[in-house]
């Protein structure tokens, strides 16, 4: 009978996520497979396993080489568990961890033999440092393959070595570069620089790896000149400088993993190996214990806990065909990630052949991005390019299985939309409306099959912009939901459900921020320190210059249309009237509240507000309010209506209301969204700085009833 230790040990065998095979040429392989997940994450346990197949496979006297490779089909490793930082109660802790995983990736680089990485798909943060850890890496050509260090998107720093080898593999400028902005690098840039010995087509990535295990120990390739130049102490000096300086001018001091990242980096470099670990294994234990981490690591659980829900209990119909109506901006957009990142052929409708270019253009002229940075070749973008079509009838438009409508917005002409397709499209078809202001029952009001018309709200740019809104209507059905939810996961979006109310959730919560900012602008504050204000508290743009971009007729359009259902509280200032009346339309004309070049100017010069703004608008501008001050006013009324809206439904959580407001307007992400930021200051404060402007500048300041029995309660968003 096998003994209860030979069973004990067999069954750890079989669970283990890493397994050894030797081929007949004396090279070993290990595969990593984690069971029972899609892709591999990296687990405290497999400290044990890895100590155990490595201890297993110098137990060959004749071994050569080992091979490490990936037994998922598309990725390598996509990262650490994050889980095991949410499980550390303090700071030493999550530096114990960090050393573990150092600990445990010094093995490999200690390996006697060599050991190459063979990387095919993702193979991101903690999956980097073990290929880092190797002595060479090999990577497939494959547009799955990625290689980055995103740590500092969770408010970290890479904590298993990441920050003391990669400087050395690949120079300081170039390491620095990819763990503070945590960019992902495709395979002819990862050799370029050096960060892998060889890409090849995904077919010879084992063969290629072995061929490089027993080429043996190799010398690594020289730095460039410009890289060697900076290892010496007055050109590490400059770059660090340099770096520091660019880098606050990003941050504002916001996001602390940064400044972290910049000395942990300069300490292994200054004062060797021992060093530098040691400080990123401190790092990595105090970082984890920000309040800016444990907001980022909450975004991006709920983010990925949105890409697995289908926004209801139905399921989701097949999607084989999408139809876009109008080749505009957002038309062409939507038919644009449709194509490329879902995959699924687009058919779009114009009333005119122009109409239909422009859209085509809007694609052909992103994949050229990608065809010049050699990220793609022209064969790819040529049969990517294939998946759109276009008419200006609805032939084609019989085969669908969604229409997404981007026509301008007018209630008459999208009840026609929906006629035409309920006459010209199957039965089945669903039609979701990208409208960002009219309500999603009257769209369907005179609709034959009103269960199947929906909301579906696109950000522009679309290819940029992360979130969409799924807006069903009362009798919209659970299928329509669902199918229209998936579309919009397949085009790499993440979606919140939003009930049908005026402004849905992100545009409600924006108005009342933006026409703070106005009423503070009315006050004789500066455009440039009214942005700087709101920049400097953490959002990307501020307030008066998003109204640029956006376009300040859009906002016109909202605007009395939230005032007419939400009351006053909502209603801008009168005085605006006169921007709108004077043409200036923001971005799109060259004429808003920013001076804008001439069309086909090369010259390049800082965004300057345009002063002839306050002449029109009757007022004297001088910086006179603390930027303080300025967020302050903007902030709060954001946050409080946040909160009405979670109470009265319009959205499903406040994880929903996080999202949507970070990924929609640019919320600070550190601050973890307006949910997770009134949980820190915690509601009787919130409560207590509402009245307090209430007093000062007016009624529309008036804490909520949630946020006031909160308050009474002590409650919070979050458990």
Same mark, same amino acid.
């Given at each position: 009978?096998?003994?209860?230790?030979?069973?004990?040990? $067999?069954?750890?065998?079989?669970?283990?996520?890493?397994?050894?095979?030797?081929?007949?040429?004396?090279?070993?392989?290990?595969?990593?497979?984690?069971?029972?997940?899609?892709?591999?994450?990296?687990?405290?346990?497999?400290?044990?396993?890895?100590?155990?197949?490595?201890?297993?496979?110098?137990?060959?006297?004749?071994?050569?080489?080992?091979?490490?490779?990936?037994?998922?089909?598309?990725?390598?490793?996509?990262?650490?568990?994050?889980?095991?930082?949410?499980?550390?109660?303090?700071?030493?802790?999550? $530096?114990?961890?960090?050393?573990?995983?150092?600990?445990?990736?010094?093995?490999?680089?200690?390996?006697?033999?060599?050991?190459?990485?063979?990387?095919?798909?993702?193979?991101?943060?903690?999956?980097?440092?073990?290929?880092?850890?190797? &002595?060479?890496?090999?990577?497939?050509?494959?547009?799955?393959?990625?290689?980055?260090?995103?740590?500092?998107?969770?408010?970290?720093?890479?904590?298993?070595?990441?920050?003391?080898?990669?400087?050395?593999?690949?120079?300081?400028? &170039?390491?620095?570069?990819?763990?503070?902005?945590?960019?992902?690098?495709?395979?002819?840039?990862?050799?370029?620089?050096?960060?892998?010995?060889?890409?090849?087509?995904?077919?010879?990535?084992?063969?290629?790896?072995?061929?490089?295990?027993?080429?043996?120990?190799?010398?690594?390739?020289?730095?460039?000149?410009?890289?060697?130049?900076?290892?010496?102490?007055?050109?590490?000096?400059?770059?660090?400088?340099?770096?520091?300086?660019?880098?606050?001018?990003?941050?504002?001091?916001?996001?602390?993993?940064?400044?972290?990242?910049?000395?942990?980096?300069?300490?292994?470099?200054?004062?060797?190996?021992?060093?530098?670990?040691?400080?990123?294994?401190?790092?990595?234990?105090?970082?984890?214990?920000t309040p800016q981490s444990a907001a980022l690591r909450s975004l991006f659980f709920a983010s990925t806990a949105l890409k697995k829900?289908?926004?209801?209990?139905?399921?989701?119909?097949?999607?084989?065909?999408?139809?876009?109506?109008?080749?505009?901006?957002?038309?062409?957009?939507?038919?644009?990630?449709?194509?490329?990142?879902?995959?699924?052929?687009?058919?779009?409708?114009?009333?005119?052949?122009?109409?239909?270019? &422009?859209?085509?253009?809007?694609?052909?002229?992103?994949?050229?991005?990608?065809?010049?940075?050699?990220?793609?070749?022209?064969?790819?973008?040529?049969?990517?390019?294939?998946?759109?079509?276009?008419?200006?009838?609805?032939?084609?438009?019989?085969?669908?299985?969604?229409?997404?409508?981007?026509?301008?917005?007018?209630?008459?002409?999208?009840?026609?939309?929906?006629?035409?397709?309920?006459?010209?499209?199957?039965?089945?078809?669903?039609?979701?409306?990208?409208?960002?202001?009219?309500?999603?029952?009257?769209?369907?009001?005179?609709?034959?099959?009103?269960?199947?018309?929906?909301?579906?709200?696109?950000?522009?740019?679309?290819?940029?912009?992360?979130?969409?809104?799924?807006?069903?209507?009362?009798?919209?059905?659970?299928?329509?939901?669902?199918?229209?939810?998936?579309?919009?996961?397949?085009?790499?979006?993440?979606?919140?459900?939003?009930?049908?109310?005026?402004?849905?959730?992100?545009?409600?919560?924006?108005?009342?921020?933006?026409?703070?900012?106005?009423?503070?602008?009315?006050?004789?504050?500066?455009?440039?320190?009214?942005?700087?204000?709101?920049?400097?508290?953490?959002?990307?743009?501020?307030?008066?210059?998003?109204?640029?971009?956006?376009?300040?007729?859009?906002?016109?359009?909202?605007?009395?249309?939230?005032?007419?259902?939400?009351?006053?509280?909502?209603?801008?200032?009168?005085?605006?009237?006169?921007?709108?009346?004077?043409?200036?339309?923001?971005?799109?004309?060259?004429?808003?509240?920013?001076?804008?070049?001439?069309?086909?100017?090369?010259?390049?010069?800082?965004?300057?507000?345009?002063?002839?703004?306050?002449?029109?608008?009757?007022?004297?501008?001088?910086?006179?309010?603390?930027?303080?001050?300025?967020?302050?006013?903007?902030?709060?009324?954001?946050?409080?209506?946040?909160?009405?809206?979670?109470?009265?439904?319009?959205?499903?959580?406040?994880?929903?209301?996080?999202?949507?407001?970070?990924?929609?307007?640019?919320?600070?992400?550190?601050?973890?969204?307006?949910?997770?930021?009134?949980?820190?200051?915690?509601?009787?404060?919130?409560?207590?700085?509402?009245?307090?402007?209430?007093? &000062?500048?007016?009624?529309?300041?008036?804490?909520?009833?949630?946020?006031?029995?909160?308050?009474?309660?002590?409650?919070?968003?979050?458990?």
């Amino acid at each position: 009978m096998m003994s209860f230790e030979n069973a004990l040990h $067999e069954q750890r065998a079989k669970a283990s996520a890493f397994h050894l095979m030797l081929r007949p040429d004396n090279i070993g392989v290990i595969t990593i497979d984690v069971p029972g997940e899609k892709v591999n994450t990296l687990k405290a346990e497999f400290v044990e396993q890895v100590n155990e197949v490595l201890l297993k496979a110098q137990q060959f006297p004749a071994l050569e080489g080992v091979v490490i490779l990936s037994g998922k089909p598309d990725s390598f490793i996509a990262g650490a568990d994050i889980t095991m930082i949410a499980a550390c109660k303090s700071a030493k802790e999550a $530096e114990a961890l960090a050393k573990k995983g150092q600990s445990t990736l010094a093995q490999i680089a200690a390996f006697p033999v060599p050991v190459i990485a063979a990387i095919h798909g993702a193979c991101l943060g903690g999956g980097l440092e073990l290929a880092l850890a190797c &002595h060479g890496r090999v990577c497939s050509l494959d547009d799955k393959t990625a290689l980055g260090l995103p740590e500092v998107q969770l408010g970290l720093l890479p904590g298993s070595g990441g920050t003391q080898r990669l400087p050395r593999l690949i120079g300081a400028r &170039h390491a620095l570069d990819m763990i503070l902005t945590g960019k992902q690098v495709r395979a002819r840039q990862a050799l370029r620089m050096g960060l892998v010995d060889d890409a090849v087509p995904q077919s010879i990535l084992l063969q290629a790896a072995v061929e490089r295990v027993k080429q043996g120990w190799k010398p690594r390739r020289a730095l460039p000149w410009q890289d060697r130049l900076l290892n010496g102490p007055l050109g590490r000096h400059l770059l660090f400088s340099i770096v520091r300086k660019k880098t606050l001018e990003k941050t504002h001091g916001n996001y602390p993993a940064a400044e972290r990242i910049i000395q942990v980096v300069r300490s292994g470099l200054d004062q060797g190996n021992a060093s530098g670990y040691e400080a990123e294994a401190r790092a990595f234990g105090e970082l984890a214990m920000t309040p800016q981490s444990a907001a980022l690591r909450s975004l991006f659980f709920a983010s990925t806990a949105l890409k697995k829900e289908h926004g209801g209990e139905a399921q989701p119909h097949t999607l084989q065909r999408v139809g876009v109506l109008g080749g505009g901006l957002m038309g062409g957009g939507i038919a644009c990630v449709t194509a490329t990142r879902a995959g699924l052929p687009v058919r779009i409708k114009d009333v005119n052949e122009q109409g239909i270019n &422009h859209a085509l253009k809007y694609t052909w002229d992103l994949l050229g991005k990608r065809v010049r940075s050699k990220r793609m070749r022209p064969a790819e973008r040529q049969k990517q390019m294939m998946l759109i079509s276009g008419s200006t009838d609805y032939s084609g438009f019989d085969r669908v299985d969604i229409v997404v409508e981007a026509v301008f917005e007018d209630i008459t002409l999208k009840q026609q939309m929906v006629a035409d397709i309920e006459q010209y499209a199957a039965p089945h078809t669903i039609f979701a409306s990208n409208t960002s202001s009219l309500p999603i029952s009257q769209i369907a009001a005179k609709a034959a099959r009103p269960q199947q018309v929906i909301g579906l709200h696109y950000f522009s740019p679309v290819d940029k912009m992360p979130l969409v809104e799924v807006i069903p209507h009362a009798t919209t059905s659970e299928e329509t939901i669902a199918t229209t939810v998936a579309l919009a996961q397949k085009q790499g979006k993440t979606a919140i459900v939003v009930a049908d109310r005026a402004g849905f959730y992100v545009n409600r919560i924006l108005a009342p921020y933006i026409n703070e900012a106005a009423r503070c602008l009315l006050q004789g504050e500066p455009i440039e320190s009214l942005d700087k204000a709101l920049v400097d508290f953490g959002f990307p743009v501020g307030p008066i210059m998003l109204l640029d971009e956006v376009g300040i007729d859009v906002g016109t359009k909202i605007i009395p249309i939230l005032a007419a259902e939400l009351g006053p509280r909502f209603a801008a200032p009168a005085a605006f009237d006169a921007v709108l009346k004077d043409g200036r339309k923001g971005r799109k004309n060259g004429r808003g509240f920013y001076l804008y070049p001439a069309e086909g100017s090369k010259r390049q010069t800082r965004k300057r507000e345009d002063s002839s703004i306050y002449a029109l608008l009757g007022v004297s501008a001088k910086a006179h309010m603390q930027h303080a001050v300025i967020a302050q006013r903007c902030v709060m009324l954001m946050l409080n209506e946040a909160a009405r809206c979670l109470e009265e439904g319009v959205i499903r959580s406040a994880r929903d209301g996080d999202i949507g407001a970070v990924f929609g307007i640019g919320f600070p992400p550190f601050l973890g969204g307006p949910f997770r930021y009134m949980d820190e200051l915690e509601a009787e404060k919130v409560v207590k700085t509402l009245r307090y402007l209430q007093q &000062h500048y007016g009624e529309h300041f008036a804490p909520c009833e949630r946020l006031q029995r909160m308050a009474e309660q002590g409650e919070r968003f979050y458990p």
